[in-house]
């Protein structure tokens, strides 16, 4: 009797210890993945950036000159200024398109699978065939639009040459190529939302438009927190588009901090101080995030 008493006990903790080892390795995969990928680099990375090093040979111990160096260095701040301007001018963009897409496509229509491919395809095609392709739209010389406004008797525009048509054209092709991606994130969270709110709401006389901003975007809050995060990394990291479709060009007008990261370690050697200016990088942004989850509440729900 005793021996089956303690049978049962031991079946019973040694199914609660596998409930509770199942969600971790569940996560396993993903969480070594990470690790290999993201943390192991990193921790290199923040290694590297205490050194002088050109990419070859034994890294020198250098300390914190590296970090002392990036804070004089008015070239990176000025490159890290054009990407806050990119990033508040494209942000609100990548948000707001997206939505406006998703919310007319989870409406029956007819077609509405082939509009949904049809505006997501455009995230699938590499960010350096996206540059070249708006370079061929946007060229001064060679670009279609200037050649259909020559044949108008119009005025060529310096959409590549003029820095700010140069930023607004890197801006359009980022809406361009991102929006489907956002727009299928925003699809999954306007279904979450239970209809039994818009028929109540129509019952009570409520109009399309009240519908939207009094239930729709409080309701998806969660997934407009998560679009405006990974929104903010994409652009942060925008390297691939730019360098085709602009070079950085002109002059510096869209030379980002990635690319001025790049030229450091590639093109000048400079690993140990590149890794420092990319850690700096990373503590930007993680601020940036930290603080969208205090104001946002992490994208709760208010009851």
Do not use: H
């Not at 405006?228 to 652009?235: A, E, T």
Request: charge should be positive; proline fraction near 3%; glycine fraction near 8%.
């Amino acid at each position: 009797m005793g021996e089956d008493v303690w049978s049962v006990k031991g079946k019973k903790m040694t199914g609660a210890m596998e409930k509770k080892l199942f969600p971790y390795l569940l996560i396993a995969p993903n969480a070594l993945i990470f690790t290999i990928f993201i943390v192991v680099p990193a921790c290199f990375g923040f290694y590297f950036s205490l050194t002088e090093w050109k990419g070859i040979g034994t890294p020198d111990f250098i300390g914190l000159a590296n970090y002392v160096k990036a804070f004089a260095d008015a070239k990176f701040w000025r490159s890290f200024t054009r990407t806050c301007i990119y990033v508040v001018v494209s942000l609100p963009l990548i948000m707001a398109v997206p939505l406006l897409l998703a919310n007319l496509m989870v409406k029956e229509i007819r077609g509405r699978g082939f509009f949904r491919a049809a505006f997501y395809w455009p995230s699938m095609i590499s960010f350096i065939v996206v540059g070249i392709s708006f370079k061929f739209i946007f060229g001064d010389n060679t670009g279609i639009i200037n050649y259909l406004l020559s044949l108008f008797g119009a005025a060529k525009v310096e959409w590549l040459t003029n820095q700010t048509m140069a930023m607004l054209v890197v801006v359009l092709s980022t809406v361009w190529c991102r929006s489907g991606f956002y727009m299928v994130t925003y699809i999954s969270g306007l279904q979450s939302v239970s209809t039994s709110y818009y028929e109540a709401a129509r019952v009570d006389g409520a109009s399309g438009m009240q519908q939207f901003f009094y239930i729709t975007l409080p309701l998806i809050k969660p997934t407009t927190f998560l679009v405006m995060i990974l929104g903010l990394i994409d652009l942060f990291k925008a390297y691939g588009l730019v360098i085709s479709l602009t070079g950085g060009g002109p002059g510096t007008a869209t030379k980002f901090v990635v690319q001025y990261v790049y030229e450091k370690a590639f093109r000048q050697q400079e690993m140990g101080y590149a890794s420092a200016l990319s850690m700096i990088l990373l503590v930007v942004m993680a601020c940036f995030t930290i603080l969208q989850f205090k104001v946002n509440k992490g994208g709760q729900v208010d009851a």
